[in-house]
Structures are given as structure tokens and as C-alpha cells.
């Protein structure tokens, strides 16, 4: 048979390249985003009793209730913003289902979708898949910050939708409060909608706040969030995630969901309906992975490698221009095939590959492996690169 693909520049992606090399050359794995020790044996428990009694039917198409219930609670006692559980929430396969299912429910053809590049690498192709056009906005190092005059120059008759994502996998940059005032100005002003993909919401150091879009009353009246529990919660392969949004939205969003996946695995609902209710379960990750972050920057401080403290996520940019001339895809093969460390080069999130010299580690990681990882890389030069 002869078939034509529908997607023919889709590509694997970084994460499924890096992991396998990594597989291959028994290579330390700091390129994907999750981590290497368990989540919590209490969750786990949860997830059996509920098996044991019984939760292995089809959920409700938007959720657990109980569970929706306590995600309203953790977001009005967080950000003083209330979504109605019964029509404003719903459960995902992972954040990336819900950002697949927002996009699907939005993106007419020839819509134009602003994204700011490094992007995290699913949404450009979903607005394709869709015949939307993205209109990238690149960031750049050392701090990534964004300009909204150049934003609002790239806004069009066109434009639907603005894809952020805060804190900001790859580079650990974070929107401020006046960051998202602008958004809110913008949106208002062109009457467009938001895509705020918050999956490392409770990932952010050095005592700043995360400014979640459902903080501001205007944003929040046109934003679908995104969030992962994986992230949160140390089981990304779990894949359980939300959205929320204004009823008038999640009604769009719910009509795709029931026929995407109709309903998510229903005894991990179960389970966090349970842990979720404790805020302790989620407060304290910021405190431990910023140790993680700590640990991972004190043991390469005397490293050729050119860091900038991370602001949120479990991600670190790793500038290599001292050691090599080498463009990032290049640097970051010889690094995993000679040295033995997986990392991921970051041109890949950005507009025409644009090469920073910057790679991406993931420290989300055992100190154990931190440490066998740093020790080969701190110890990395121009003279044996
Ligand atoms: C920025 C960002 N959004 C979404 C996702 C996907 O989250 P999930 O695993 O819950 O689908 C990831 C995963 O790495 C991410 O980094």
C-alpha cells in the first residue's frame, strides 16, 4: 500500500534519541526529565488499596470528584482562586494530554499560536497537527527573560492563543509577577486565549513564588493551566495530570477529552483524592529539590562548565563554550559516548535550532548519581574533551 504521511517532519524526539544512546552506551541518564528514586511508599499504598477495593472501572469523564475537589482546595488556598470542581477541572493523561487536548479544542486552521522558544517539545507539533501556525519568540541567555514589546509586535489578526510555561523547562527561567501582568494586558487587549503549562508549580527556589495564571482574575477568566502529578509527585510514568479553566472553556476542552481518552486510570485518582488533601505531600518540594540543586552546583564549582543558578524545575543550563566549539547536538553525543553522561543539547527546543552552546541536565536524580555525574563532569576540559 502507498500512504502519503500526515506528519512528515515529526521526528523522534530528543528524549527518545538521548534515552536510547543512553541505554547503548550504559551512560549516566541526566538528559530526561524524571527522577531516579521512588515516590513517596504512602501514594503507592494508596494506589493498592484502591485496587483492593475495587476502583478498576471506567472514572467519570472529568474525574474523580473527590480528587477534583482536592484540587480546587490546593489552588484557592495557593492562589486565591476558586474553580468550580464540577465544571472547571478535569483529569488528563499527563499534562501533555491535556496540553494536546487544549490545543485540539482551540486551533483552528490558520491560527496563529505564539510559543517562546527553548519550547518544551510538544507543542509546535500539536499546533501543526491542528493547521495553526506557530509564531516563535526566542529567549535568550544568560536569563531567558521575555520581551513584551517584541510579544505584542508579533501579535496579529490571526493570533488565538499564547503558550507559556512557567517555571521553564529547559531553562529554569521564571515568569514574574510582572511577566504575567503583561500577558494579562496583552490578552486582554487582543481578546486571546493562554495555554499556561505549570507542570514544575511547586519546583521553584530561592524563596520566589510561583505566579500561576489562575492568580490573575482577567488571565484566569481565558487560560487553560496545565499540571503533572508525575512532576509533583516523582511518578511520571504514571501519567496523571489536569487542566482547569472557566466553565465556558472546559466545556470546549471536555467535548475533545471524552473522545481522546474519555476517562483517566481510576485508582491512581483514588489515591491522590487521599494524598493530595495533605499539603505537606506537595509544600515541601521545593525545599528538596533545591538541595538538589544545590548539591549538583556545589559539586561542580570548580568545573569549566558556565552555570546560572536555576530558578524552578529540575533542570540546569550547562554553558560549554569554554570547553568546546563543537555545536550542542555534537558536544552532547561525545559527551554521553566518551564520558559516559546523557544530557540534552538545548538547540533543539529553539527556532531553527539556534545553538546557545548550552546543554540541559536533569538533577532530579539520587545524590549518589549526582555525584558519579559531576565527578566526570567538573573534571571535563578543552584539553581532554
Ligand atoms: C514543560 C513540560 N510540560 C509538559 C510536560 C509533560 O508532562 P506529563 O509527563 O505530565 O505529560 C513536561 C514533561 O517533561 C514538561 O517538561
Redesign the pocket.
Known amino acids: 500500500m502507498s500512504f502519503q504521511s500526515k506528519t512528515p517532519n515529526f521526528t523522534d524526539s530528543i528524549f527518545t534519541v538521548m534515552g536510547k544512546m543512553a541505554l547503548e552506551h550504559d551512560a549516566i541518564n541526566l538528559s530526561q ?1 524524571f527522577p531516579n528514586f521512588p515516590s513517596d511508599p504512602v501514594l503507592i499504598a494508596l494506589v493498592d488499596q484502591a485496587m483492593a477495593d475495587g476502583y478498576n472501572q471506567y472514572a467519570p469523564m472529568a474525574g474523580d470528584m473527590d480528587l477534583r475537589n482536592a484540587i480546587e482546595h490546593k489552588i484557592e488556598s495557593l492562589h486565591s482562586h476558586r474553580y468550580d470542581p464540577s465544571s472547571e477541572i478535569t483529569l488528563t ?5 491535556a ?1 494536546f487536548t487544549t490545543i485540539a479544542a482551540t486551533i483552528r486552521s490558520g491560527d496563529e499560536v505564539i510559543i517562546f522558544t527553548p519550547a ?1 517539545d ?1 507543542y509546535a507539533p500539536t499546533v501543526e497537527l491542528f493547521g495553526g501556525k506557530i509564531v516563535p519568540i526566542q529567549l535568550h541567555p544568560p536569563h531567558f527573560n521575555v520581551n513584551w514589546d517584541t510579544v505584542a509586535n508579533n501579535i496579529s489578526e490571526k493570533t488565538k492563543l499564547i503558550i507559556i ?1 512557567t517555571p ?2 529547559p531553562t529554569g527561567m521564571i515568569f514574574s509577577k510582572e511577566d504575567m501582568l503583561q500577558l494579562q494586558d496583552l490578552a486582554v487587549k487582543h481578546n486571546l486565549l493562554v495555554l499556561s ?1 505549570e ?2 508549580e511547586h519546583i521553584i527556589f530561592d524563596g520566589e513564588e510561583h505566579q500561576s495564571a489562575a492568580r490573575f482574575p482577567e488571565l484566569a477568566a481565558r487560560s487553560f493551566i ?1 499540571a ?4 509533583t509527585f516523582h511518578n ?1 510514568g504514571w ?3 489536569y487542566c482547569t479553566a472557566p466553565e465556558f472553556l472546559m466545556k470546549e476542552f471536555q467535548k475533545v477529552h471524552q473522545f481522546v481518552v474519555f476517562c483517566v486510570n481510576h485508582p491512581t485518582q483514588i489515591a491522590l483524592s487521599t494524598y493530595l488533601k495533605d499539603e505537606e505531600n506537595y509544600l515541601h518540594l521545593a525545599d528538596f529539590y533545591q538541595q538538589k540543586r544545590d548539591l549538583f552546583l556545589n559539586l561542580m564549582k570548580d568545573s569549566r562548565f558556565k552555570m546560572i543558578p536555576t530558578k524552578g ?1 529540575y533542570f540546569q543550563i550547562l554553558d560549554y563554550s569554554a570547553i568546546s566549539d563543537s555545536n550542542d547536538i555534537e558536544f552532547s553525543e561525545r559527551l554521553l559516548k566518551t564520558h559516559g553522561v546523557a544530557t540534552i543539547p538545548t538547540s533543539v527546543f529553539n527556532v531553527g535550532n539556534q545553538d546557545f552552546k548550552q546543554i540541559r541536565v536533569c538533577f532530579a536524580k539520587t545524590d549518589a548519581t549526582l555525584a558519579r555525574a559531576t565527578a566526570i563532569l567538573k573534571n571535563i576540559s578543552k584539553e581532554n574533551f
Open positions: 526529565g493523561v499527563g499534562a501533555t494530554q496540553i518544551y510538544c510555561n521553564h523547562n503549562d507542570v514544575y496545565t503533572s502529578f508525575g512532576k511520571t501519567k496523571i495530570g524545575t
